[in-house]
């Protein structure tokens, strides 16, 4: 069974501070890691992915992603609070296995 | 806005109907792909059409079918509902089965409810 494994949370951080999301996965087969953001009663938003070992920028939001150890990253600095949402991520081998996403609190 | 558009957005059905939801994909995407997401969970995949043929399904009974037309808009079944089939179905488009990077777009999602 391929599986997507992400703390559920609530991660609590500071306005402005580095929000530090991560995710484990069992598929060595997987191709393509993905994050998406969804806010409450709303569909799920991409907003990064990575297929390549290291760390990919973009904006506020870094993804990390390390093979050997299974598991890809996401960082994002100068949190803000509309920042708050939970956060899916997702590797592909031939279809998109997804986590069930943790749950980010940006305080003012 | 991802282009991705989807109807009803709220349903309720009683347990044993039969529900049919509806999805328009984005401009120039040939591939669509559903999903089941129940409250605090990622989403579950359902099944893919790529050129309106199925490829590739979840672990989902019979009772859920689909089908894509020629404009690559789709439309997913539910025979004999459950309670259990209350959720939000997500219709995601992507512009092909292109190499590595598998990007998907999600629509706003239609709520079903069966009472």
């Known amino acids: 069974q391929k599986e997507v494994e992400q703390n559920s949370g609530p991660l609590s951080v500071p306005e402005g501070a580095i929000a530090s999301l991560n995710c484990t996965y069992s598929?060595?087969?997987?191709?393509?890691f993905f994050w998406y953001r969804q806010y409450s009663g709303k569909s799920p938003e991409l907003i990064m992915f990575?297929?390549s070992n290291g760390d990919k920028e973009d904006g506020r939001f870094t993804a990390q992603l390390n093979k050997a150890s299974q598991y890809v990253s996401l960082l994002i600095r100068d949190s803000q609070p509309s920042d708050s949402a939970t956060y899916l991520c997702?590797?592909?081998?031939?279809?998109?296995?997804w986590g069930a996403g943790t749950k980010l609190i940006i305080k003012p | 806005e991802t282009g991705v558009t989807q109807s009803p957005t709220h349903l309720i059905k009683t347990r044993g109907q039969q529900v049919t939801l509806r999805c328009s994909s984005q401009?120039?995407?040939?591939?669509v792909s559903w999903y089941q997401q129940a409250l605090g969970q990622g989403p579950q995949f359902i099944f893919q059409?790529?050129?309106?043929?199925?490829?590739g399904r979840g672990n989902f009974p019979p009772r859920f079918s689909g089908l894509q037309f020629p404009n690559y808009s789709s439309e997913l079944n539910v025979n004999a509902l459950e309670l259990d089939d209350s959720a939000l179905y997500l219709c995601?488009?992507?512009?092909?089965?292109?190499?590595?990077?598998?990007?998907?777009?999600f629509g706003p999602g239609t709520r079903l409810t069966v009472t």
């Open positions: 401009s120039g995407h040939n591939t």
């Open positions: 059409y790529y050129r309106e043929e199925e490829n």
């Open positions: 598929d060595r087969g997987s191709q393509s």
């Open positions: 997702a590797t592909f081998t031939y279809q998109l296995i």
């Open positions: 995601a488009s992507s512009p092909g089965l292109a190499g590595v990077v598998y990007e998907q777009y």
């Open positions: 990575i297929y």
